[in-house]
């Protein structure tokens, strides 16, 4: 596998070598894209999703696992009709990413409403910065770049194992936010609170065993990030809920402080975070992130994968 590694102290030249072409024609097509009028692009994205659907098989496999483990009860009628959904708006948000990445983003306020700019100024008042937590949807990147707008906010991210890739978000990220952290940076992450800002994690992933702890998530034990409990704990910073999603028209995002977060039990502090998720999840099943390996990680040591196929 490839290393993953920064790209940040790298100029373009170091990338333009044959291996990298695909990706750069890859990046050429996205671009273009990114300057269709959005009605447009949320049609082709969805034919997009559609595509995808039919030719990801092991994506399909890992959705359909996902949903017969978190929806026991559906009939298989409705969850292929949920996975087809989920794919088009994956689709939609493909080329919603593309648009992150290359166009201004004042060209999306008018199609953005946000909720909650009181919930920034109580928690900032506090001066210990705040942990911003969301899970994985289709419009994350898009709904992340008008979030600057509301509060001064660095997102956590994980480096990938494309190097243009990483090249082109490192850098649009830092175009739009003021600071990012790389996931395993936590030197940077206490700086960001003790300088009064949100720090951003998205915490519906499988980490694995050595940074999670098991906690119930639709009913199942998964492997949860143990770290928001514990940062909260370190430095008092308050932890606010990010939900965020697309509407017939645009955008919504919406923060909520988190109430009696965090105790001092891991294990309570992870299964509450997972409630949270399922919360804002099932108003909008569609654009959730369900080709995500969420059960990866099993709670006795080699246990198969229950996407093993």
Known sequence: MAKKTTTLDK???????????????FMGIAYLLSYLPW??????????????????????????????????????????????AHFESMGKGTIETFSSWFQDQKKFQSRT??????????????????????????SLDICGSQMPRFMDV??????????????????????????????????????SLKQNKAVWYAVDQDYGRKNSVFASFYGRQC???AHIGRIANMTNAPVVLYDYGRTKNGYHLSLTEVENYPSQDDIENATRINELMQAVIEPKK??????????KTQVIPDTPSPYDK
Not at 11 to 25: A, D, M, N
Not at 162 to 183: C, D, G, H, L, Y
Not at 286 to 295: A, L
Request: glycine share 6%; hydrophobic share 40%.
């Open 154 to 191: 660095h997102p956590i991210y994980k480096l990938q194992t494309n190097p243009v890739m990483n090249w082109v978000m490192e850098r649009q990220r830092q175009a739009i936010f003021s600071k990012t952290i790389e996931r395993s940076n936590m030197r940077e992450v206490l700086k």
């Open 113 to 138: 409403t946000f909720e909650g700019q009181e919930v920034v100024d109580n928690v900032l008042a506090k001066g210990r910065g705040c942990i911003l937590i969301s899970g994985h949807f289709s």
């Open 223 to 225: 492997a949860t990030i």
């Open 11 to 25: 100029s373009i030249t170091h990338f333009l070598g044959p291996k990298h072409w695909l990706t750069w024609c």
């Open 39 to 84: 009605s447009l692009q949320q049609g082709l994205g969805k034919y997009l999703g559609r595509l995808l659907h039919l030719i990801a098989k092991r994506r399909r496999h890992i959705c359909d696992v996902n949903l017969k483990i978190c929806y026991p009860e559906m009939t298989d009628i409705a969850r292929k009709a949920l996975t087809k």
């Open 286 to 295: 569609e654009q959730y992130f369900w080709t995500h390996r969420r059960f």
